[in-house]
């Protein structure tokens, strides 16, 4: 990736609005993308079924729709992840979130977890769309995060992401760091989980992601304008 000319505008577009809350209603989907369109992210993150209605929400935007596959645990059969990225992305997504199958990679079942990201990777890279890939490093050792970038790196995929925001520890310094040593440039990492200020938001950047997941967008992105303001971005 090219280097960022650091304004609030970049900082938007650097983020997924994360609207993955297992009791979010409707409703609040609608709030949802009515932040994202206005403050003009990269994203919105949704649970499959909200798909569609937000790609009509977000129709004549810049905003895409991340929709997320085998969330939050990673745990569905290859063959059901693969039927839930065609179905997400004939509703409208332009992007996936897919959650590794954790327990193979703790179990160092590598061939298994080859086979379903290929899997994954195959049919929507057909359809053109990107996916990223959720490690979960919650649950990992440094050694599994570094096989994890290294099987990911080797089969194309176009992001490694940290964390669903659901397990007991979300994005770090220290994981980002890891991650970007372990991938060649051209996969991007994402940074998800327990992101709420600019300050945190900057420092995940500065480490190597340049995509991050958040629900604090509307603080986050005031800050960054506030701070371009006096100069200080």
């Not at 959720?134 to 080797?154: K, M, S």
């Not at 994005?171 to 992101?195: D, F, T, W, Y």
Request: glycine residues 8%; aromatic residues 6%; charged residues 25%.
């Amino acid at each position: 990736m090219e280097p960022v000319t650091l304004t609030a505008r970049a900082i938007a577009k650097m983020i997924d609005h994360s609207l993955l809350q297992p009791d979010l209603t409707d409703a609040d989907i609608v709030d949802g993308c009515d932040v994202a369109r206005r403050f003009d992210v990269a994203s919105v993150c949704v649970r499959p079924y909200d798909v569609k209605v937000c790609k009509e929400l977000l129709s004549g935007t810049d905003v895409l729709v991340s929709a997320v596959v085998g969330f939050p645990h990673g745990n569905s059969a290859t063959e059901t992840k693969v039927f839930e990225t065609l179905q997400v992305i004939d509703d409208g997504a332009d992007e996936i979130d897919v959650v590794l199958p954790i327990g193979k990679v703790r179990s160092g079942d590598w061939s298994y977890v080859e086979r379903e990201v290929g899997s994954i990777l195959q049919k929507a890279h057909q359809r053109m769309v990107i996916v990223k890939v959720i490690f979960e490093n919650h649950y990992l050792t440094a050694e599994q995060i570094v096989q994890c970038c290294r099987l990911c790196d080797r089969l194309g995929v176009d992001f490694v992401k940290t964390s669903t925001g659901y397990a007991g520890t979300g994005a770090s310094v220290e994981h980002i760091r890891l991650m970007r040593e372990n991938c060649r440039p051209r996969v991007q990492i994402k940074a998800a989980g327990g992101i709420r200020t600019l300050d945190q938001f900057l420092a995940l950047y500065r480490a190597g992601a340049t995509r991050q997941g958040t629900r604090s967008t509307q603080t986050i992105v005031e800050a960054a304008e506030m701070r371009e303001r006096e100069g200080f971005l």
